[in-house]
């Protein structure tokens, strides 16, 4: 009988059949992220070369006639995969995104795939936000068209800033910087999937969340982790109960949210004040940056949150929706209110030197009547 070798003896074994299992695998993935980056490229440049030659064209129908002819013998030789429809895309694919320089590290990171999901959106901010999100936070396929089906960048606090602020973010991003709060935040949030009855409590959609917290933490955004429930807040000889604490490893902060069944009030805006100071005060580690807070309400009204200041307090408020309406409706209103939101952005932005003026002249009407009268008057003298 064959004697059995000692367990021992196969540890070295063992040990360099996973190094070697690393290796191989480490290769494999560096193989198909080069594969996939260049692949991406030449349907860039294969896009940018067609698109150059229908524009050199310039006639009705001279682009279809030479993707036809080109589809036909590229088919021949390469396969469907250059058939009409996909030399249409990779004329999309250059015309929407014509700087090499961005689309060149985008496809180290996405695939493919990946730009199809993009390459339908008509907003080109809106384009490079979800590409720039995409590759920072790794999403799969499946993840980017969900959150593009959600109308995430709608949602998002960036989106409702001028677009000369949304693209210095982007490109803020885009060269290295770190993730800012009006990237993470959103609003609203769905929250549908927590299922909750038309009349449930604030103890119900509390509890509904941590029995699907992985699910609210996707709605959240990548990089929050969950820390505490009820946090105990002890201020003097009063206990106060923060409803749930997260921290944002992007944003190297604590998150506090706080959940209101009825409309954003006032008031509010003290309790987290004094939730965010005690934070500040007791729980923020060294190379932290200051808690920020989020009040997750079932509605709010844009001017009293306007005029409260909330962001100089580290505030942020949003609505949150139990029960999703028509996707087609809430993209109406998503629209509706980043429109108006930019439109007071840039009314606020505005120099009140030409407001002063008005001023300045209907003050000086008046005095200019009145000289008018004296002189009048004197000359009846």
């Known amino acids: 009988m064959k004697e059995k070798r ?56 001279y682009g279809e006639e030479i993707l036809a002819t080109l589809s036909q013998e590229l088919v021949k030789d390469y396969g469907k995969g250059f058939n009409v429809s996909a030399l249409t895309r990779m004329v999309k694919f250059a ?42 936070e790794r999403w799969s396929v499946r993840a980017l068209r969900e959150r593009i089906g959600s109308q995430l960048y709608l949602r998002t606090a960036i989106a409702k800033k001028p677009e000369s ?43 509904a969340i941590l029995r ?33 604490l997260f921290y944002h490893r992007h944003l190297k902060r604590l998150v506090a949210v706080e959940l209101k069944l009825e409309k954003f009030q006032p008031a509010h805006k003290g309790q987290m004040e004094l939730y965010l100071r005690w934070l500040d005060k007791h729980d923020r580690a060294s190379g932290e940056e200051p808690p920020i807070g989020l009040i997750l309400c079932a509605a709010r009204d844009t001017e009293q949150v306007e005029l409260m200041d909330l962001s100089a307090s580290n505030i942020r408020v949003a609505e949150y929706l139990a029960h999703i309406p028509d996707m087609k409706v809430l993209q109406a209103q998503l629209h509706r209110a980043v429109q108006m939101a930019r439109e007071r952005a840039t009314q606020a932005a505005l120099p009140p030197a030409s407001g002063n003026k008005a001023l300045e002249v209907s003050a000086a009407k008046p005095k200019a009547a009145r000289k008018k009268k004296g002189d009048a008057a004197c000359a009846r003298k």
Not at 219 to 243: C, H, M, N, P
Request: net charge negative; charged share 25%.
């Open 95 to 136: 015309e929407v995104f014509p700087d090499e320089a961005i689309v060149s590290p985008l496809a180290t990171q996405l695939s493919w795939s990946h730009f199809i999901e993009i390459l339908p959106l008509k907003q080109p901010l809106e384009r490079e936000y979800y590409a720039e999100l995409c590759r920072v």
């Open 212 to 244: 699907e917290m992985e699910r609210f933490l996707l709605e959240l955004g990548v990089g929050f982790t969950f820390v505490a429930r009820q946090k105990r807040i002890s201020v003097g000889a009063d206990d106060f109960y923060l409803d749930l």
């Open 165 to 207: 602020v949304v693209q210095a973010e982007i490109n803020h991003l885009r060269a290295g910087g770190q993730m800012t709060p009006d990237l993470v935040f959103r609003d609203p949030y769905m929250l549908d999937f927590l299922g909750l009855p038309h009349d449930y409590s604030e103890r119900d959609l509390e509890d």
């Open 6 to 61: 000692p367990a021992a003896t196969l540890k070295p074994h063992d040990a360099l059949l996973t190094e070697l299992r690393g290796l191989i695998e480490a290769a494999r993935q560096h193989v198909a992220q080069t594969a996939n980056a260049t692949l991406t490229m030449l349907y860039w440049h294969v896009g940018q070369r067609i698109r150059r030659e229908v524009l050199k064209g310039g006639r009705a129908g």
